[in-house]
């Protein structure tokens, strides 16, 4: 541990918002992994003077938000992991526009829309991620996704520079943008939303709650959706006719309720969740010839 990096981070942030050696499982939502190297919580203005710190020391970084798509390795993440969470978490409501920072939670925004009887963010009240998360994989369910209400999204560039994007800039695609191949930070999003009746829009949010309760295994520990859905299939679908449903490796197992997601059944380790996902990968191409694409993010050492 760089001790003069240490310090100069915590002039920056204050010693109450930079950690060191945190345990990554409360972090994340499969709660598994190790210990990352610095932990830091920076607020908007603090971003970019922390990156300046890790280029001038030579300290790699990675950017977290609420850790609903992360697998942390056991043996930890060295150098600095940034969360950009409650921190950075403010929205803000002008007609029909909705502009959230990154660390906003989905959830709270698509109910701060409902209640200014905007609608347009009803499927993404149960996504269990940040805003800036959602952006850069652009998240959806239910037929909704990012692309469909996003306006243009506001970025802190390699170089510290912030920059907007609008959305033909942001190449959203399935489960994927030009954020991460360009390394940016998400700062803050602009969504534009419909005018419509609060009653109707959160009875279309309790609906797809429910939906979620009856058919997702929301009560273990699980990054979400596992992997991506493979062109003309259905994930869950292979992986049960692959026989997987209930396979489990350690305290990580296929979900007997949904097989599309992986759940930390009991205390699984970062190791146990990554054999488990490789062995459904290779046993779901040697029967069907399918390649399953992880929609989960492998970070630091396993």
Request: aromatic residues 6%.
């Amino acid at each position: 541990m760089n001790e003069v990096f240490l310090e100069r981070l915590r002039e920056v942030l204050g010693s109450e918002q930079c950690f060191t050696q945190e345990d990554m499982k409360k972090h994340t939502t499969f709660q598994a992994g190790g210990p990352a190297e610095y932990y830091v919580r920076p607020k908007r203005s603090q971003i970019q003077p922390v990156l300046s710190l890790c280029r001038l020391y030579g300290i790699p970084w990675m950017v977290i938000g609420n850790g609903s798509n992360l697998l942390a390795g056991d043996r930890g993440i060295p150098g600095v992991v940034m969360e950009i969470g409650r921190m950075a978490d403010g929205i803000a409501i002008t007609g029909d526009t909705l502009i959230a920072e990154a660390g906003a939670l989905l959830s709270s925004a698509a109910r701060q829309a409902a209640q200014q009887e905007l609608a347009g963010m009803e499927f993404a009240a149960g996504i269990p991620g940040s805003v800036g998360g959602a952006v850069v994989m652009n998240a959806g369910a239910y037929g909704g996704e990012m692309k469909h209400i996003l306006k243009k999204v506001t970025v802190l560039t390699e170089e510290g520079r912030e920059k907007a994007l609008s959305l033909e800039e942001l190449e959203l695609g399935y489960r994927q943008s030009c954020i991460a191949r360009n390394h940016y930070i998400v700062l803050e999003a602009e969504f534009g939303l419909a005018k419509g009746r609060k009653e109707e829009i959160l009875l279309r949010m309790e609906e797809l709650r429910e939906k979620r309760r009856e058919k997702q295994p929301l009560e273990y520990p699980s990054a979400g959706s596992t992997f991506k859905r493979p062109q003309g299939y259905f994930a869950g679908k292979l992986i049960e006719d692959a026989g997987l449903r209930g396979y489990q490796v350690g305290g990580a197992q296929v979900s007997e309720k949904h097989c599309g997601f992986v759940i930390n059944k009991g205390n699984a380790t970062a190791a146990e969740i990554r054999r488990l996902i490789l062995d459904v990968q290779e046993q779901v191409e040697a029967k069907f010839g399918v390649h399953l694409e992880p929609e989960v993010k492998f970070i630091g050492e396993f």
